[in-house]
């Protein structure tokens, strides 16, 4: 692997690790399903799959990585399915192999790859945002009780002998 493509893989990394950061911050299963909601339509795959690689205790990052790397692969090779490719990329994973190793052995580019996860991580902080938002929706203030007014001073009395 040459500098450059060893550079995209360590920015891979760390791009991966920014996203599962904002994904966790969508706390709630709602939050989450959003989450996987839009990394399945941004990569244009049915959310089960998503769900599946959750279920196989990947990260939103991984995932992303993956599916990127998957429709690569389906790009160079046309009669790959896209569980054949991610089968593929996912088998290279579990050995141990880094996805710029992953990447170098299967000819794909990662530049390509990661434009792809920083896409994600965008609509990832989307609905992040759309979150808080919805919390930070407060509730109807009740009406302010009038104050009651100042009880009159009575006048000063006089003492005699002053």
């Known amino acids: 692997m040459d500098p450059s493509e060893q550079k995209h893989a360590e920015r891979l990394g760390a791009e991966a690790k920014e996203l599962d950061a904002k994904a966790g911050k969508a706390g709630t299963a709602d939050?989450?399903?959003?989450?996987?909601?839009?990394i399945?339509?941004?990569?244009k795959v049915d959310p089960s799959v998503v769900t599946d690689l959750r279920n196989?205790?990947?990260?939103?990052g991984e995932i992303t990585i993956a599916l990127a790397l998957s429709q690569e692969l389906m790009?160079?090779?046309?009669t790959m399915s896209q569980q054949q490719a991610l089968d593929t990329i996912l088998a290279k994973r579990v050995a141990?192999?880094?996805w710029g190793k992953i990447a170098h052995d299967?000819?794909?580019?990662?530049?390509?790859?990661?434009?792809?996860v920083e896409k994600a991580e965008k609509q990832v902080a989307?609905?992040?945002r759309s979150e808080k938002a919805e919390k930070a929706e407060k509730p109807e203030k009740m009406e302010k009780v009038e104050k009651m007014e100042k009880?009159?001073?009575?006048?000063?009395?006089?003492?005699?002998?002053?």
């Open 31 to 38: 939050g989450q399903r959003r989450v996987t909601d839009a």
């Open 40 to 43: 399945a339509k941004d990569f």
């Open 56 to 60: 196989r205790k990947m990260g939103f």
């Open 75 to 78: 790009k160079q090779d046309k």
């Open 96 to 98: 141990g192999e880094g």
């Open 106 to 116: 299967l000819h794909l580019k990662l530049g390509h790859v990661r434009s792809k």
């Open 126 to 128: 989307r609905v992040e």
């Open 151 to 162: 009880p009159e001073k009575p006048a000063k009395v006089e003492r005699p002998g002053r």
